[in-house]
Nanobody
Framework: QVQLVQSGGGLVQAGESLRLSCAAS????????MGWYRQAPGNQRELVAT???????NYADSVKGRFTISRDDAKKTAYLEMNSLKSEDTAVYYC???????????????WGQGTQVTVSS
């Protein structure tokens, strides 16, 4: 069993910054791609950023140049540094990780509990 526990988030003014963290625990053999997604009210969940195990990032166009995804595999943690926040960044943010555990033969997706980010203009 794998748990992804998120921290960070909250209420900020437009132009300010926030950092989200996502710590994984459990019987983990390997963590493949880790990522962040978000869901605003009335919208579908959308990709924000992903980072492969080899360090290749991918960003949504809407956050390029403002958000940075990183990971510390020794700590089994992913981060999302969000700068120059805009009101349209307001959403619940979810972390995701593709994880191979000791009890399974193939990796599968796990999700964090979600954390609210609210940007006031």
């Amino acid at each position: 069993q794998v748990q992804l526990v998120q921290s960070g988030g909250g209420l900020v003014q437009a132009g300010e910054s926030l950092r989200l963290s996502c710590a994984a625990s459990g019987s983990i053999v390997r963590m493949n791609t880790m990522g962040w997604y978000r869901q605003a009210p009335g919208n579908q969940r959308e990709l924000v950023a992903t980072l492969t195990r080899l360090g290749r990032p991918n960003y949504a166009d809407s956050v390029k140049g403002r958000f940075t995804i990183s990971r510390d595999d020794a700590k089994k943690t992913a981060y999302l540094e969000m700068n120059s926040l805009k009101s349209e960044d307001t959403a619940v943010y979810y972390c995701n990780a593709e994880v191979l555990t000791t009890s399974e033969f193939t990796a599968r997706d796990y999700w964090g509990q979600g954390t609210q980010v609210t940007v006031s203009s």
